[in-house]
């Protein structure tokens, strides 16, 4: 065959290669949004580039605003990566309770697909991660420091989604990380109004964490069913009890309006 009817083979530059290997490494949540690259020379001693190459696949990706930069203070992770719930809508959700049950079920979907495949996948890096993260929460718990519970409470759970290594559920529950955070705060400031809801949302975590730990998928997937079908049965008999107080209050000062 006549060689001139082969097609030219392009090769493609180096700086798109590292643009490639950064995205990947975004996609799999090695870099969070918001969070700080390495600098520019550890970077390119990682990739065994040259420091121009780096820069150029860099400001590539700042151009597609997958970075940014600060004037002297090095290159970040978009803050809006991530983050396809808009404020408003978060807001919206968050100020109405009638679709606070709507999130619980679509936690419910998630986190339990994300519970499963943890037990199947995670590595032992992500096991390491998941016991650092749950001891915090197990300590934040004994010394009743409910700020700080709260904030573990969805490291805990995004920890796990990390293990799950599926990048679309990752990013999906990513996506929702601030108005999850606002869930699960609000949640448990409820639960813990009765007296020993605390120690059995505790308790359900270990039991997740453990099925976790133990590769056990459909432990792990029933444990994080259970824990948010807990939730959501409290949270319904709280407002069902608010509700009974609230018409008691009416009837009362109907029938004594002096």
Avoid: W
Avoid at 17 to 22: A, C, D, Q, R, V
Avoid at 144 to 169: C, G, S
């Amino acid at each position: 065959m006549d060689s001139n009817h082969f097609a030219r083979v392009k090769q493609p530059k180096i700086s798109d290669i590292i643009m490639k290997e950064l995205e990947s490494m975004i996609v799999e949540g090695s870099f969070t949004a918001g969070q700080k690259l390495p600098p520019e020379r550890e970077l390119a001693a990682r990739f065994e580039v040259s420091r121009p190459s780096l820069r150029e696949a860099i400001q590539k990706l700042i151009a597609r605003g997958v970075l940014f930069s600060r004037h002297g203070g090095g290159t970040y992770v978009s803050e809006q990566l991530g983050s396809s719930f808009a404020d408003p809508l978060q807001d919206l959700l968050s100020s109405h309770d009638e679709f606070l049950y709507d999130q619980l079920e679509f936690r419910d979907a998630l986190e339990s697909l994300a519970a499963y495949y943890a037990a199947l996948r995670s590595t032992d890096a992500d096991k390491t991660k998941l016991t650092h993260c749950f001891n915090q929460l197990v300590e934040a718990n004994q010394n009743k420091a409910f700020a700080l519970e709260a904030k573990l409470d969805v490291e805990f759970h995004m920890t796990i989604a990390e293990a799950a290594h599926n990048v679309v559920l990752l990013h999906t529950l990513r996506s929702l990380h601030a108005m999850l955070a606002k869930s699960i705060s609000s949640n448990l400031r409820n639960l813990f109004e009765k007296h020993a809801a605390r120690q059995r949302v505790m308790e359900q975590h270990t039991t997740l964490y453990q099925a976790i730990m133990a590769g056990n998928a459909d432990a792990a997937r029933t444990a994080a069913h259970m824990h948010l079908v807990f939730v959501e049965d409290n949270l319904l008999k709280m407002r069902q009890e608010e509700t009974r107080i609230q018409r008691s209050l009416r009837r009362n000062e109907h029938q004594n309006p002096f």
